[in-house]
């Protein structure tokens, strides 16, 4: 349309100058509050710029939803925002966000409350399988967040980059298949990540692997649980099979602290059959004869469970799975692993982490569980609950 | 100007109609970009209807910077987005928000580095003393977060509403003058408020009170740090009056903790002048004495400071005090109080806490500092440099 036309049709209808700047207006509106969260805060640049820039950085966040972070309401109403001098001073920037805890506890019906679930993963290597049962799962994914914290090393890099790239696949795919928010931290601290596989489980070494172990995951606690976090579902990276339930059928319990049995699918040499066995040792009971060895250790001592050379005689409760049994079947526990354990928020919140050193002769997610109970929290599993944790190839 | 004169300069002066809807999008953009907080996201009812609703919640956010939440760049620079049908897939809602740790580190020289510090401060009486003493402080107040935990009780009630006043007062205020973040949180667990200021102090109640604190600072900790934080000021609500240049002064020590000396002001009965007197006893080093108490202790029993019924000749930093002493001399300590100490966020990640339990015979703030040490951090004081509690009125 030339201007000689425009000024032709507003000759013969004059109403269409005002038609027109109300129609731009409805279109812009249209665009501004539909699009608001890719026009705000973009700086424009290309990811490619700062692709490598990981190096140099500690943490990244892929935050999705702004439901947790936006204000529901402001000090004051605004009256007439459009035109109003006043605006700038009625309504404040720094307004309120409102958390109803009410709707937040850690309840049996998780889902149905819609209560936020932390998933938290120290990675030293990125398994495809782990990325794809994690995105089996059925829990809705707007109250998922994840956190992963990564060593800073060579195999740690390698796995970075695989990570990002899965998690840019789905925070960028259909909304409503995207997490809550997605938090990756490089480790700050010491590697845990310093050790082969075979060797990681020699007795000698466990100690200063696990201290190391539980650095990473008080790191990544303290900086991703937010007050609206219900439940924090720790979850190895080695962790390949879970039920799509897994969430609703552990919240389902109501428990402070409860470990899904963690065993392992392998193949039979012998017969060339697919077996399963026990993998994960450290979710057990107290023992009288245990108890009686830290009684006489010294300080700085600690228990492993899962050694012939320490006997401790406690029940073990991957040796109480039931092929047979029901699934919901509970076990009161004194010590757990991380394999697969879901945990009250609150639990940490009052303090609850992981030692790094020896706390009543245990650390990591045993003495984790240790502080629980001195905080007054209960310990359970569930022994016929399974979850499989990836073969090791040597 | 009615519809007639419309027709009329419309007929006159064509151009008018292109100039109206650039103008009308000229002012729209205005709007919109320069209230983008003030418009999005809010629901649009009143305070008024939300004001007493804190009864049924746990969590209050008063958020302002969105610095660290806002992504910084996205996936796909957007080449055209305002009339592009493929920007809602190019354009992320779940984009990346890139925390580069290399700015925030803790360092000698905060505030030229722009570190984060979050004050957290454990509250059972609002005092305007406080207050009006934060609002001295110098440290730019956008590198400034705020935490408060308030006990569920009659007086916490009343504490939460003053501050909640103090709080607007500022945060609607000039931009440049409000704190990055203020998160107020109701208290989960058992109020810390149930004795009277005067049987506080008494030592029968005190492993309770202080047991009960600690889980209060854990809840605030926990709930508040980020992955932003540098430092975490501990500073208690009776604390009235510290330098302007408190934050400035106490990380340029660069140290994992390090306490001021906590003094009260006091009018002597009898010359009727103004004294001042050490107050917090929480600040000490170990003695052996104390060392041998502790090792003849039954696991459960706790060590005191403060008490003369307790007398564990440990050196107390209270007494160390010299008026002409330097103020930025250090003096190493293995207990702190949660007076005005300041702690790298790096401590508080690696998993220090406030043991609500005996842990080494100690609780709350010097159970702290004992299990920091565990972590292989140092602990420091800052004899000379005072900070004033409130005078208690009987």
Redesign the interface.
């Known amino acids: 349309m030339t201007l000689a036309m425009?000024?032709y049709r507003?000759?013969k209808t004059?109403m269409?100058?005002?038609v027109?700047?109300i129609g731009?207006?409805v279109v812009?509106f249209w665009?501004?509050f539909s699009?608001?969260?890719?026009?705000?805060?973009?700086?424009?640049?290309?990811?490619a710029?700062?692709k490598w820039?990981h190096e140099?950085?500690?943490?990244?966040?892929?935050?999705?939803a702004?439901k947790f972070?936006?204000?529901?309401?402001?000090?004051?109403?605004?009256s007439n925002?459009?035109f109003s001098d006043t605006?700038?001073?009625n309504?404040?920037?720094?307004?309120?966000?409102?958390?109803?805890?009410?709707k937040l506890e850690s309840t049996a019906n998780a889902a149905v409350n819609k209560e936020q679930v932390l998933i938290l993963t120290p990675m030293q290597t990125f398994h495809e399988e782990y990325w794809s049962n994690l995105l089996q799962m059925t829990y809705p994914r707007e109250l998922v967040e994840l956190g992963f914290i990564i060593p800073r090393t060579k195999s740690g890099d390698n796995a970075l980059r695989k990570l990002e790239t899965a998690v840019?696949q789905v925070?960028?795919g259909k909304?409503e298949q995207?997490?809550a928010k997605?938090?990756i931290?490089r480790q700050?601290?010491q590697s845990f990540d310093s050790l082969l596989e075979k060797e990681r489980h020699a007795l000698k070494v466990q100690k200063e692997r696990r201290a190391a172990m539980?650095?990473a995951r008080?790191?990544l606690?303290?900086?991703?649980?937010?007050?609206?976090t219900a439940w924090i579902l720790w979850m190895d990276a080695d962790i390949i099979e879970t039920p799509p339930t897994v969430i609703q059928d552990m919240t389902a319990h109501d428990k402070a602290i409860l470990a899904a049995n963690v065993y392992q699918r392998y193949e039979d040499d012998k017969t060339g059959t697919k077996q399963i066995r026990a993998y994960d040792f450290n979710n057990w009971a107290e023992s009288d004869i245990a108890l009686q060895m830290a009684a006489n250790m010294a300080d700085d001592e600690v228990i492993f469970e899962g050694y012939s050379d320490i006997a401790t005689y406690r029940p073990l409760m991957a040796y109480q799975y039931d092929a047979n049994g029901a699934a919901n079947t509970e076990t009161k526990l004194d010590g757990v692993g991380g394999g697969c354990t879901l945990v009250k928020a609150?639990v940490?919140?009052?303090?609850a982490?992981?030692?790094?050193?020896p706390f009543y002769h245990l650390i990591e997610t045993e003495g984790f569980a240790k502080m629980a109970k001195?905080?007054g929290y209960e310990v359970f599993g569930l022994p016929n609950y399974l979850v499989y944790h990836i073969e090791e190839h040597n």
Chains 1, 2 share one sequence.
Do not use: C
């Open positions: 425009w000024s507003l000759r004059p269409f100058a005002l027109l700047p731009l207006l812009l665009v501004f699009k608001e969260e890719s026009l705000l805060g973009l700086e424009g640049s290309s990811i710029t700062h820039a140099n950085e500690k943490t990244f966040y892929f935050p999705y702004r972070k936006n204000a529901k309401y402001s000090y004051k109403k605004k925002w459009l605006v700038e001073d309504i404040p920037a720094g307004h309120i966000t409102h958390f109803d805890l009410n840019k925070q960028v909304k995207r997490f997605i938090t931290l700050d601290s539980a650095l008080n790191e606690l303290f900086s991703t649980i937010g007050p609206h609150e940490h919140r009052d303090g982490m992981f030692p790094s050193f001195r905080l």
